[in-house]
């Protein structure tokens, strides 16, 4: 259990400054004593932008920093010791008005947790004005402090799989407006139509941070609707992509992917992208693209395609039967045999005009990859392609109808050579590496050693936002929340109930129960072929580089 102990935090010079802690080991937690000081440092490192950093993330104490390296992330540990955290951090603010419908599913345990009957509770949420700390979660989704604490009350134990969009609920000591449907652990107590997220709108979120609410109660009836997935208008170039693809089949969810929109943490909008990275990029080097071009995941296989024109195209991830067959309704398909091809993947291969490319189910993996040569085309989002299940950013999931345009060819390109999709065995529990979780102390050294000792199963509620795994629940060693804090990709969450939830591509930007470790970044791709059933084992890898100590009094509980 060496390798698994909690990482010692460091100092600063400035008072301000309370420790530094591994998250990862492409990220570090910064942790401060007032909302105030965690503002000034997100200002600071976003104006000054250190080399490799990736995303600053605010929450209440502390501050999430991610990197495109570990080398990065440990520079920008010595960097920001050295920032003056005094500085103020200037914000624009305005008054903010939202109408709710007070009947949300957790009102009466909230009126029971806080001792007030309903109308209370509605008469002390509507009664008082809520500040904008912070944005994460999901973008537009804004953490609001109140002026009393009459309504603080813990998330629930488990949370909810799905939240509906517009709900109003109530956290720790924060308010919150979801602003589309997604999981979540608040206690929801009722619901508005007020759009909190939208990429047509100058600034997308409703309420920024600085910002007042007002929250108004009303009897009508609030018909909450999310809007279509927003996307960016399209450029001169995009409105010359050609109209390559036709999908006959969707499968059971084939969406657009490229490798993400890093950047935008502060937004609430995680990076999103290929659940298995390693495979789009195999993907496109054998259709001869970039490797951040933009194709298809797919999961489970079932997705039928047709070419409008010919097309070459590569199929990695998976291990999936392909079968090419002419199409029925064309003049050209006639004309040729109807003898069915079989290629192979991992390998490039055309697809000529009117024929119809048949990705089977996996025998072994969960998720393909299918790049066209010259990327997928179409509009872009805060820079990327991708479909983000978790925001609603980007592109609908592929439907039947659906017609993906192609853009031209790169001069020069070429396509590559046959490669090998390493796939994890799924006979035996797969071994995802960690390093210790920023928040591993909130449990005891023989919980510790239980995480790493058995295996977990995946189960059938995973999704691109997560796997949830089943086993043994992981009891914490100390009671009370832990207040939300920024997330990253290979963070393995640990709710009240014990279970843990390993975060991937769609996760949330911040979180409210404690992180035990890190799947380190290289083994994330295995995680993406994980299918509900297959088991899961953590070992521990050799820990980030120590930071320097701080002393066990200023360190945050």
């Known amino acids: 259990m060496a390798a698994m102990q909690q990482p010692r935090t460091s100092t600063a010079p400035h008072a301000e400054l309370t420790g530094i802690r591994p998250a990862g080991d492409r990220a570090i937690l910064v942790e401060l004593p007032s909302l105030e000081a965690v503002l000034s440092?997100?200002?600071?490192?976003?104006?000054?932008?250190?080399?490799?950093?990736?995303?600053?993330?605010?929450?209440?104490?502390?501050?999430?920093?991610?990197?495109?390296?570990?080398?990065?992330?440990?520079?920008?540990?010595?960097?920001?010791?050295?920032?003056?955290?005094?500085?103020?951090?200037?914000?624009?603010?305005?008054?903010?008005?939202?109408?709710?419908?007070?009947?949300?599913?957790?009102?009466?345990?909230?009126?029971?947790?806080?001792?007030?009957?309903?109308?209370?509770?509605?008469?002390?949420?509507?009664?008082?004005?809520?500040?904008?700390?912070?944005?994460?979660?999901?973008?537009?989704?804004?953490?609001?402090?109140?002026?009393?604490?009459?309504?603080?009350?813990?998330?629930?134990?488990?949370?909810?799989?799905?939240?509906?969009?517009?709900?109003?609920?109530?956290?720790g000591a924060y308010s919150a407006v979801y602003p589309r449907q997604s999981p979540g652990g608040w206690q929801l107590i009722g619901r508005t139509d007020a759009a909190m997220w939208d990429l047509d709108r100058e600034n997308p979120a409703l309420i920024r941070p600085g910002d007042t609410v007002r929250f108004n109660a009303v009897r009508a009836h609030a018909v909450v609707t999310e809007l279509p997935a927003a996307t960016a208008s399209r450029t001169q170039a995009e409105e010359q992509d050609s109209a390559g693809l036709a999908v006959r089949k969707p499968g059971l969810q084939a969406t657009v992917q490229d490798l993400g929109r890093p950047g935008f943490g502060s937004l609430g909008v995680t990076s999103a992208g290929a659940m298995d990275r390693g495979a789009l990029r195999r993907a496109n080097r054998l259709a001869g693209n970039t490797e951040g071009a933009a194709g298809i995941e797919l999961l489970f296989g079932g997705l039928e395609l047709e070419a409008l024109t010919d097309q070459v195209l590569a199929v990695t991830g998976a291990a999936v039967p392909l079968e090419i067959t002419p199409g029925a309704d064309t003049k050209e398909a006639l004309q040729r045999t109807t003898a069915a091809r079989h290629p192979a993947c991992d390998a490039p291969f055309a697809l000529l005009a009117g024929e119809r490319l048949t990705v089977g189910n996996p025998t072994a993996g969960l998720r393909s990859y299918i790049a066209v040569r010259g990327g997928l085309g179409g509009p872009v989002a805060l820079g990327s392609r991708s479909t983000d299940t978790m925001s609603g950013i980007g592109p609908e999931p592929l439907q039947a109808g659906t017609i993906l345009p192609v853009q031209a060819a790169k001069p020069g390109s070429v396509v590559g050579h046959p490669e090998i999709s390493p796939l994890p065995d799924q006979e035996a529990a797969t071994v995802l590496r960690v390093v210790p979780g920023p928040r591993q102390d909130w449990f005891s050294p023989e919980t510790l050693r239980d995480f790493l000792a058995q295996e977990w199963t995946v189960t059938p509620q995973s999704n691109r936002i997560g796997l949830r795994l089943n086993g043994r629940p992981l009891p914490r060693s100390r009671d009370g929340e832990l207040a939300s804090e920024g997330t990253v990709r290979g963070a393995v969450q640990v709710p009240p109930e014990g279970q843990p939830v390993l975060f991937l591509s769609d996760h949330p930007v911040t979180g409210g129960y404690p992180v035990i470790a890190v799947v380190v970044h290289a083994d994330l791709d295995k995680a993406a072929q994980l299918p509900p059933g297959t088991t899961v084992r953590f070992a521990a890898a050799a820990a980030p580089a120590e930071l320097p100590e701080t002393p066990k009094e200023n360190s945050h509980a």
Do not use: C, K, M
Request: charged share 15%; glycine share 8%; proline share 8%.
């Open 41 to 171: 440092l997100q200002a600071q490192l976003t104006a000054h932008p250190e080399p490799g950093q990736i995303d600053v993330i605010a929450a209440a104490t502390t501050v999430l920093i991610t990197a495109d390296s570990p080398q990065a992330a440990q520079a920008l540990a010595a960097h920001v010791p050295s920032l003056d955290l005094e500085a103020p951090a200037d914000t624009d603010s305005a008054l903010v008005t939202i109408d709710v419908v007070y009947d949300g599913e957790d009102l009466n345990d909230v009126a029971s947790l806080t001792g007030l009957g309903r109308e209370a509770v509605v008469a002390a949420h509507t009664g008082q004005l809520w500040t904008a700390a912070f944005a994460g979660f999901a973008p537009g989704f804004a953490y609001l402090t109140g002026e009393n604490p009459s309504l603080e009350v813990p998330r629930r134990r488990s949370p909810r799989t799905a939240v509906p969009a517009g709900a109003v609920a109530l956290g």
